[in-house]
């Protein structure tokens, strides 16, 4: 049986705060290579595949336990905590 989010009830309607970069990276002078975003608090950082995992260093600061992929075409949201894909309301 597959797993199953239990934690859709901390997705808030919040926008990315970036649309194309990965602040941190930016800030440090480095590359990424997909993004995603916190659908708590609009957090956007780099996927686990880039140097700095940004978006997963957040996740293990902030306990925010899911994140949408912010690449074109492209709209599934993932738990950290149960390690599934979530069927989460549309984002804003």
């Not at 930016?26 to 686990?48: E, F, P």
């Not at 600061?61 to 994140?67: S, V």
């Amino acid at each position: 049986m597959a797993k199953r989010c239990t934690h859709i009830d901390q997705i808030r309607p919040v926008e990315p705060e970036a649309q194309d970069v990965c602040p941190e990276c930016v800030a440090l002078g480095d590359s990424w290579v997909h993004l995603r975003w916190c659908r708590t608090c609009g957090h956007v950082g780099c996927c686990d595949s880039s140097k700095n995992k940004h978006a997963t260093k957040h996740f293990h600061n902030t306990h925010h336990p899911i994140i949408q992929s912010l690449e074109p075409g492209e709209d599934w949201n993932w738990c950290y905590v149960d390690q599934a894909i979530v069927n989460a309301p549309p984002a804003v």
